[in-house]
């Protein structure tokens, strides 16, 4: 079985600030890591994934995200927010299968990030 | 459009009465997922189809729920005897078939049980 868990319910900023979400992930088994936005009344938009390879992803809209083994997560991060960053971001872990199957993705509660002016 | 497509955009309904809900995956696409989201919450899971792999059911919260796929197509979600605690947005996604890749959302289906 696998779980996600992001820390923070709701995270307000001002603009230009910096931002960092939290993920972390269990799974007895290797996987692969996304985050997702929602945007007010939209349905779900990839912002990056981590397959293989590099640790450091980097994402549309500025945004990247480091997977850590060992700590098991996945932390969502931009350096300067925007007003247009306010949305619903949610992390999804799919546990890697043998023989390239696709299985489903499990996401967390979500994280609503807020940013002020 | 390319995209997945679901319908209705909205429902209400009165509790008791069934309804059905309608996904058209991106053509091509093998898999494809419902997700239940309520008010302040995350994405539920409810149910998944691999091309002609037996679905994975695991996710749906009872015997009032069920979902049936035609082929590689088009997938319906029905609940029967709505109760309130039904209402939520119902979330359709597809995927492409071996390797992986990101799902794919529609825009939701809002279903209101009143």
């Known amino acids: 079985a696998q779980s996600v868990t992001q820390l923070d319910s709701q995270v307000p900023v001002f603009e230009e600030a910096p931002v960092e979400l939290r993920c972390n992930y269990s799974?007895?088994?290797?996987?692969?890591l996304f985050w997702y936005v929602q945007y007010p009344n939209q349905g779900l938009q990839l912002l990056l994934k981590?397959?293989?390879?590099?640790?450091l992803v980097k994402g549309i809209n500025g945004f990247e995200a480091e997977f850590n083994k060992s700590q098991t997560s996945f932390h969502l991060r931009k350096p300067s927010v925007h007003i247009s960053d306010t949305a619903e971001y949610f992390c999804?872990?799919?546990?890697?299968?043998?023989?390239?199957?696709?299985?489903?993705?499990?996401f967390g509660k979500g994280t609503l990030l807020t940013v002020n002016p | 459009g390319a995209g997945v497509s679901q319908s209705p955009s909205n429902k209400v309904t009165e509790k008791g009465k069934d309804v059905e809900l309608r996904c058209d995956p991106i053509?091509?696409?093998?898999?494809l997922y419902w997700y239940r989201q309520r008010l302040g919450q995350g994405l539920e899971f409810l149910i998944y189809?691999?091309?002609?792999?037996?679905?994975?059911k695991s996710g749906l919260p009872s015997d009032r729920f069920s979902a049936e796929r035609t082929g590689e197509s088009v997938s319906t979600l029905t609940i029967q005897r709505t109760q309130q605690e039904d209402s939520a947005v119902y979330l359709c996604?597809?995927?492409?078939?071996?390797?992986?890749?990101?799902?794919?959302f529609g825009q939701g289906t809002r279903l209101t049980v009143v």
């Open positions: 999804a872990v799919s546990a890697i299968r043998g023989g390239g199957s696709n299985y489903k993705l499990t």
């Open positions: 053509s091509g696409h093998t898999a």
């Open positions: 799974s007895s088994v290797s996987v692969y």
């Open positions: 189809f691999q091309g002609n792999s037996a679905p994975d």
């Open positions: 981590y397959l293989s390879g590099s640790t």
């Open positions: 996604a597809s995927r492409p078939g071996r390797g992986f890749t990101e799902a794919f």
